[in-house]
């Protein structure tokens, strides 16, 4: 079995006169992807840092290549820190920025050149060494700070919210790269992220940090679809909430009709709960179990779906393979179970 390239063990870390995060273990393998969500204040920056040797820690250890490395200074870490909005020296090109952290390892030059060659590749920036950063846009600077960041080989790369200053078309290019760059060199890779859609899309799991502690690591397609807890699935964002009651036999009595949940009820008690789930968990069908009216149209740039409105319960809905239906349209659907999460209700 691999070792882990980085594992965390018990952290705690104040925030000023506060608590802080307590408690934060987890473990990243050689070459894997961690993406830590959180809200904002949720300690995601101050986690980095940590790890990164950068923010005192109250408690725990941080082990990095199987050393432990929390009373080492940053530069001792083998840990490589990326800021959101990563800055390029001026005065020097996009080559010599790349070059500058194996300068300062003293590094002999015919290797920098080797180096910094197949990181700006990585990166598809080939035959950009000698341009000045300002000649670059702003994608292509970002993709010459992450081949700074990996051009010393650090076992892992910590990345703070490493695409949000970027509009749509540079955030798919700085992705595109930056699991390009990942693959290339294998660190093992934290970054913190408040965007879900940049969670999913790059981390091999992903973690929610809920009030000072990490309330949940799994893998995306899990997490999405069976948050460990009502307070994961408000912070990830899942619009359906439905209220019911649990009735022997595996069945979810709710506003909008009664519904076979099996396997989704392991462990809920019979009584009052809530059912938590994603449109996509909905299947529209003439016979469905439940069913609501549609009472709105939201349309976003990837999906169109319709709210759907009964005995005062709104959930959001696919449209279903005919189309967008009018405006109170009685609407019936299923839920598949699998992508279900049912919590106990007050």
């Given at each position: 079995?691999?070792a ?25 393998g ?26 005192p ?49 003293r ?75 990942q ?20 981390g ?65 008690a ?28 939201r ?12 005995a ?34 007050d």
């Open positions: 079995m691999t882990p390239a980085l594992r965390v063990e018990g952290l705690a870390v104040p925030f000023g006169e506060q608590a802080g995060l307590t408690g934060v273990a987890f473990e990243v050689p070459a894997e992807r961690l993406a830590v969500v959180g809200g904002s204040g949720a300690g995601k920056t101050t986690l980095l840092r940590a790890i990164a040797g950068l923010s820690v109250g408690a725990g250890r941080v082990v990095i290549g199987g050393h432990d490395v929390t009373a080492l200074p940053a530069e001792r870490r083998d840990a490589v820190y990326l800021h959101q909005s990563p800055l390029l020296f001026p005065h020097l090109t996009a080559g010599e920025n790349v070059a500058f952290p194996l300068r300062v390892r590094v002999p030059q015919a290797e920098i050149v080797a180096r910094v060659r197949d990181a700006l590749a990585a990166v598809r920036l080939d035959g950009f060494a000698a341009r000045a950063p300002r000649t670059l846009s702003g994608g292509q600077r970002h993709r010459v700070a992450l081949a700074r960041a990996v051009v010393s080989r650090p076992a892992v790369l910590l990345l703070d919210e490493p695409l949000s200053a970027l509009d749509p078309a540079l955030r798919e290019e700085v992705r595109e790269s930056l699991l390009a760059l693959r290339a060199y294998r660190p093992a890779l934290v970054m913190v992220t408040h965007d879900l859609d940049d969670a999913g899309l790059l091999d799991r992903i973690g929610v940090l809920l009030g000072g502690r990490l309330a949940q690591l799994a893998r995306p397609e899990e997490l999405f679809a069976r948050p460990a807890t009502l307070a994961v699935a408000r912070l990830l964002g899942i619009p359906n909430v439905l209220p019911g009651i649990v009735r022997p036999g595996n069945r979810f009595e709710s506003p909008l009709g009664t519904v076979a949940l099996h396997g989704a009820l392991a462990g809920v019979v009584g009052p709960a809530v059912a938590v789930f994603r449109p996509d968990a909905a299947a529209p069908a003439p016979d469905g179990p439940l069913s609501a009216r549609v009472t709105a149209v349309h976003r740039a990837r999906e169109t779906t319709i709210l759907a409105t009964g005062a319960v709104q959930v959001e809905l696919p449209t279903g393979s005919d189309g967008v239906p009018a405006m109170g349209t009685l609407v019936r659907f299923g839920l598949r179970a699998t992508a279900v999460s049912v919590f106990p209700g």
